[in-house]
């Protein structure tokens, strides 16, 4: 033995260490491979040997030829071997290389549960560390599975190092095993308040982490953390709380409201950054989540802003950014409060950080409204002429046509104004957007009919300048708005003023160089240019022009029909068919005009990107059959032509359909030409005039050199910048035209419009063409769509667990050692889930509730009167088995049972008012004993019972009249919202019914009330305290259920409370009987030693089933878990 | 956290700490992706981007890139803040830390991230105690290997480059 180890340290002398092989590769630059290869080599060689330290020692080189992108799934094994070396020093070593190398695919992995399982429960806390450590980089559902108890046990280490690693892993655990997660919950809730800080915030960093992902299960524990919140100093936790805040305040806005103030208070208070940027953060999901109900919390808003601007302006680069980055969320709900700092935005334009201009970008979408948009647009296309990347300056491109289409061209007054900066943008060399910017002309010019003659005249201007476009290359993406452009003449061609122009322009041989989609285009919208010179020149005497038209087509198109392209060939040798033809017959003076144009008749509307979707499928279709055999998988599919168009249909939100009348649009016309024509600036688009494109890179046009002092405007093409100017000037014009029109209208009506001398708003700003912008068409018996859902492969779904439901016994974690411990679900929060389909539900019976309610009290004296109008269940019982339910005052209040679980909540502060009603209006009565139910109930045990249902009436009370709220709020909602206001305040979240199945068989149900509402404690802590339980046994069978006795096996701790003289081990009589379909409460009565133990009781149920012919004897089962949170009484906590 | 990358100037990686299971493909695809995007960015710029569905924070000490990758709803400064914790850590733990460091003490470099961060979350955020259980874990090793580390670091190379100066 002793040789051995001599002899390992010896081999060890001659082995690489680590060191070694770092060196080694340093030193071996040129042929790094190779001398890895040889590494890889010796190393196998090491693994073979006995000795572990050259094994480990083997293994940590392995992790490191692993980082250089070295495959060393092979040593696998090796790995393993050195994981379970009892040195902690190869241990680790071990660890850190499966954590490193192992994933869900290595199978070896199988091989290490029972070495991890024993690491775990080593004496040796850094042994646990190391485990856990290396777990949480490699645990596979198999081993989140068999060892989930085992890190669950180690959550309760009595140190807190390992304490803090178990809680963290946790997670890593429920990801892998989901089942894991509710047996757990409790404990990991328990951890929230441990007294280690390192394990406290572990717990808090794990729940936060399940309750981002599914918020709605973690609402119950939002008090919790509100304490936590308010007392923690520890910003990396506070960071966790509010940011689980910021995902719960949407589901439960009440909660928002409350967080406001602390949040503000941080946000005043603390220096850290990432606490005041996570505050902001949170503020604005608060706010958001609040806006529909809340009508202000300006103040929060401006707080908020203000500090964002600080972030903004402040000269650290990462501040910049994320200021920019939470000032677009705000931007989204409180759009204003953003755009008075636009300012700022607008600087950050000019940052030298692309990705904070990129951010600025964002913001300015939403910044934008009818006042500022041409004043924006300006700016941007400044920067697009100084940008210098292509991506960025593609970017602004982008940003800019999103702007200004957005809704559907709400903020637009001006299209002509828009068609110039979407024709200033086609100047940019080399972008890849031009298919972009084609689509946008197309949409305008479609929709936007005002505009058409504007339009047409613009893109017949390009047309005749298509050289500059088309520059050197095909691949330019600008070439692109050609295509929109000769669309937009030939559709439009009544529109040119000299569509014979264009038509030559369309026909330049040079074309042919551009790609062949477009060249389609223009073959086709020559033919329609074409037809409309026919008809423009039909009538007239001469008909030398129309003729003269034909020849040019026909001397033209021939260079098409040789096109490689088909469909330009198609064309091409289509219409020049059809116009030799038609020379044909205009030689022989025949009126060809009116035909020709009959080939292109027709308006073309837009159809709305879904409008296909939307198509609905007609009966008995079935879109997914093969009509003819399916295609072998080899055929390739064809190429296609990239689809060029109707790709960015602006998304539609709502259309603009303004009516004005005739007269006003005359008048308006009338107004604008003359502004027109005195306006130096305006520049009529006429072809005629001289076009000179100011393009960068066009050096071979010929430009005469003109010393000019002032800034040369460059007819014919539009310039944006004119109609910004035109634009204030025709605002002020209104504006003053619109107080005239004020003043005389305030001194007829007096007072009646005082409201409107305001500011100018958003709507006074009227557009300047009065525009019908065509809204996009859909099918008839379009479906309402509903599409979207969640990615089923995310592996957070697996945990969307209810937290709050019991605890059933399948559900426990495997466990292998006794663990006396039983887990049930904890208390249940008041403020707890909302379950809206529930609270649906509810509402009706809510109605019906009310109203038994105040009944109540008539029903108690005339008793008759009731019957009629009362179905509900325990009425009939009442009704029907008088004799048997309404024993005493005692029994009845226990008699109110209910019909189905969602009804129990409802029932019970009924019979809670009927109880209360009764021992006001007769006390005397009270005190008389059952005549068959619990006679043998003692008078100590029945004075408590009595104490505690004055409580539970009382809190019932308080609940009814929450009840009677929230009917207000869901029935008679806008009526009484101001009540609402202050009231909803206090209210909690209609509780989930507290009834679970405790047991069950084909004769009868148990169902236990859940905790909070029943286990009260009395007395002090040293006494015996006592604990009620309610049972509700619900008759499942037909036959008739009697002579119930209910019985306990006591532990030490616990005791049923039976009546005196009776001995440890007699049942206690059920007080009632129950006809088929029938169920009544009972309550029973424990004394519990100590709180802090939880317990659970074994019980049985026997009874006799009693049928028209025969009459058995039943027994059920059950148990009855007491856990130490269920102790406890939950005072609602409002937060 | 979804994982933790260091890697030189040169793009070479010094460490990767996976907090997610990926397979080695998929991970040395993100490495290169990452590495790329992070290098090609002027030193001026702002330490967040947006890369797939997740958020990338680096920070430059010196002549290495500190990188991590958090989800979409994480804190961009609390994450800064981790990396700076981190370097910290390992400048008190090595004693004025460099590159060499790392890359020959690469375990060492692990053994503390793993006291720090746990799981992708950060596990104990006092630096006194991780430093506390790295030693007291250090104790256990055998010294033979203690040895190697000074000897190592005295010799490492001859120049060193005490550059990560932290200016806290």
Request: net charge neutral.
């Amino acid at each position: 033995m002793a040789l051995k180890i001599v002899k390992g340290s010896i081999d060890r002398m001659f082995d690489k260490n680590l060191q070694d092989l770092v060196r080694g590769i340093r030193n071996h630059k040129e042929d790094e491979a190779k001398y890895i290869s040889t590494c890889i080599d010796e190393i196998k060689q090491e693994l073979k040997q006995d000795n572990i330290a050259v094994k480990a020692n083997a293994v940590c080189k392995l992790t490191y030829l692993q980082m250089l992108g070295y495959d060393v799934s092979w040593a696998a094994f090796n790995i393993v071997e050195v994981m379970s070396s009892s040195k902690f020093t190869y241990k680790r070593i071990g660890y850190l290389a499966a954590s490193q190398c192992f994933h869900e695919g290595t199978d070896v992995i199988m091989l290490t549960t029972n070495q991890i399982r024993k690491d775990l429960s080593s004496p040796h806390q850094y042994d646990t560390g190391v485990a856990l450590t290396g777990l949480s980089c490699f645990v596979t559902p198999d081993l989140a599975r068999d060892l989930a108890n085992d890190i669950m046990t180690l959550m309760s280490h009595t140190k807190p190092y390992i304490r803090k690693k178990a809680v963290l892993i946790m997670y890593k655990v429920f990801l892998k095993y989901p089942e894991s997660l509710r047996p757990a919950f409790p404990r990991l809730k328990e951890k929230l308040e441990d007294p280690d800080p390192g394990v406290q915030s572990a717990a808090v960093n794990v729940i936060c982490e399940l309750a981002r992902r599914n918020p709605k299960n973690y609402l119950s524990l939002a008090p919790l953390f509100f304490k936590l919140m308010t007392s923690s100093t520890n910003n990396w936790v506070l960071i966790k709380i509010i940011k689980l805040f910021g995902a719960l305040t949407p589901l439960e806005p009440r909660l928002g409201k409350k967080l406001i103030e602390p949040l503000t208070n941080l946000i005043h208070s603390t220096s850290a950054m990432s606490l005041l940027y996570e505050c902001v953060n949170t503020v604005i999901a608060v706010l958001i989540s609040l806006s529909s109900g809340m009508p202000n919390h300006s103040a929060s808003i401006q707080l908020c802003v203000q500090k964002l601007r600080i972030l903004i302006e402040d000269s650290d680069q990462n501040l910049k950014y994320l200021g920019l980055l939470a000032m677009s969320k705000i931007l989204k709900t409180h759009p204003k409060s953003v755009q008075s700092h636009k300012d700022l935005i607008l600087q950050c334009l000019d940052d030298k950080d692309e990705s904070i201009r990129l951010r600025a970008l964002d913001l300015l979408y939403g910044m934008v409204s009818k006042k500022n948009l041409m004043e924006i647009v300006k700016k941007l296309m400044l920067h697009v002429d100084k940008a210098e990347g292509t991506t960025y300056r593609d970017e602004l491109l982008t940003k800019i046509i999103d702007i200004c289409s957005q809704s559907n061209y709400q903020y637009i007054t001006n299209f002509e104004w828009y068609i110039s900066i979407l024709v200033e943008l086609t100047r940019l060399e080399g972008t890849r957007h031009g298919h972009l910017i084609a689509s946008q002309m197309l949409d305008v010019a479609i929709r936007v009919k005002a505009i058409r003659g504007f339009a047409v005249a613009q893109m017949a201007t390009l047309l005749d300048n298509a050289h500059l476009l088309t520059g050197n290359t095909q691949r330019n993406g600008i070439c692109e708005v050609l295509y929109a452009a000769a669309w937009i003449c030939g559709e439009f061609s009544e529109h040119l003023e000299d569509p014979m122009q264009t038509l030559e322009a369309m026909l330049r041989p040079k074309v042919a160089t551009l790609p062949g989609h477009i060249q389609a285009v223009y073959v086709q919208n020559a033919a329609k240019l074409f037809a409309t010179v026919l008809r423009k020149h039909e009538g007239e005497t001469d008909s030398h022009a129309a003729q003269e038209t034909s020849q040019l087509l026909i001397d033209r198109l021939p260079l098409f029909v040789q096109s490689a392209n088909l469909e330009v060939q198609e064309r091409a040798s289509c219409i020049l068919q059809l116009v030799k033809y038609i020379q044909k017959l205009q030689q022989k003076k025949v009126e060809v005009a009116e035909e020709v144009t009959a080939l292109f008749a027709g308006e073309l509307n837009p159809v709305a990107p879904k409008a296909q979707k939307k198509v609905p499928v007609p009966e008995g279709l079935d879109l997914d059959a093969w009509i003819n055999k399916p295609p072998s998988e080899s055929e390739s599919e064809d190429e296609k032509p990239k689809a060029v168009f109707a790709k960015e249909e602006p998304k539609h939100s709502r259309s603009r359909h303004t009516e004005v009348d005739e007269k006003e649009l005359a008048r308006r016309r009338e107004a604008r030409k003359r502004e027109q024509a005195n306006n130096p600036f305006y520049i009529k688009a006429s072809p005629s005039s001289q076009k000179v494109y100011d393009a960068p890179g066009v050096e071979h046009i010929p430009v005469v050199q003109i010393d000019l002092s002032v800034p040369l405007k460059v007819p014919g093409m539009p310039m944006s910048d004119q109609y910004l100017k035109l634009e204030e000037e025709r605002r002020q014009k209104e504006k003053a035209e619109r107080k005239k029109e004020k003043k005389k209208k305030r001194e007829k009506r007096g007072k009646e419009r005082k409201a409107d001398s305001g500011p100018e708003s958003e709507e006074d700003i009227a557009p300047a063409h009065q525009v019908d912008i065509v809204t996009e068409e859909m099918p008839e018996n379009a479906l309402p769509s509903d599409d979207d859902d969640k990615d089923p492969n995310d592996p957070h779904k697996a945990l969307d667990i209810d937290l709050d439901k019991p605890l059933a016994d399948s559900e426990k974690l495997p466990v292998r050692t006794h663990r006396p411990e039983v887990l049930k679900s904890p208390a249940e929060d008041r403020v707890n889930e909302s379950i809206p389909q529930e609270t649906k539900k509810r509402s009706g019976k809510e109605k019906k509730e009310k109203k038994k309610g105040k009944e109540k009290d008539r029903k108690r004296s005339k008793e008759e009167k009731k019957k009629k109008k009362h179905k509900e269940v325990e009425e009939e019982l009442l009704e029907s088995h008088p004799e048997e339910a309404v024993q005493s005052e005692e029994t009845k209040e226990a008699a109110t049972p209910p019909t189905s679980t969602s009804a129990e909540e409802e029932t019970a502060p009924s019979s809670a008012a009927a109880v209360d009603t009764s021992s006001a209006a007769a006390p005397e009565s009270e005190p008389d004993e059952p005549k068959d139910a619990e006679p043998e109930d003692t008078k100590s045990s029945k004075h408590k019972k009595k104490k505690q249902k004055k409580e539970k009436e009382e809190k019932e009370k308080k609940k009814k009249k929450r009840h009677h709220h929230h009917h207000h709020h869901s029935n008679a909602g806008g009526e009484d919202s101001v009540q609402n206001g202050t009231v909803e305040e206090e209210e909690p979240l209609p509780p989930m019914s507290n009834y679970f199945l405790l047991a069950e068989n084909s004769y009868i149900k148990m169902m236990k009330e859940d905790a909070d509402q029943v286990y009260d404690i009395q007395g002090n802590h040293q006494d015996e305290s006592k604990v009620v339980v309610s049972v509700i046994f619900e008759n499942k069978s037909d036959s008739f259920l009697k002579s119930m006795e209910f019985n306990v096996l006591d532990s030490l701790n616990s005791k049923l409370q039976r009546p005196e003289g009776a001995g440890a081990h007699d049942s206690l009589t059920v007080p009632f009987q129950l006809p088929p379909g029938i169920s009544n409460e009972a309550h029973f009565v424990f004394s519990v030693q100590s709180i802090v133990m939880p317990q659970k009781l074994k019980g049985t149920l026997t009874f006799i089933v009693k049928s028209d012919e025969s009459s058995t004897h039943e027994k059920l089962d059950f148990k009855l878990h007491f856990t130490c949170t269920s102790y406890l009484i939950t005072t609602p906590c409002y937060l | 956290m979804q994982f933790m990358l260091l890697f030189s100037r040169q793009g070479k990686l010094r460490l990767q700490k996976w907090y997610v299971p990926l397979s080695d493909k998929e991970k040395k695809k993100i490495t290169r992706e990452l590495v790329q995007t992070v290098l090609a960015r002027k030193p001026k710029m702002c330490s967040f981007l947006e890369w797939r569905d997740l958020k990338i924070v680096y920070k430059r000490y010196a002549s290495l890139y500190f990188c991590c990758a958090i989800e979409d709803q994480d804190n961009e400064l609390i994450t800064l803040e981790i990396i700076h914790r981190y370097v910290e850590l390992l400048d008190k733990y090595f004693g004025s830390v460099c590159e060499l460091d790392i890359i020959f003490n690469f375990e060492k470099a692990y053994f503390i991230l793993d006291e720090f961060l746990l799981g992708g979350e950060a596990q104990e955020t006092s630096k006194k105690n991780v430093l506390k259980a790295i030693e007291q874990a250090d104790l256990l090793q055998e010294v033979s290997t203690e040895v190697y580390y000074h000897h190592c670091k005295a010799t490492a190379i001859g120049v060193h480059h005490r550059v990560f100066g932290l200016s806290l």
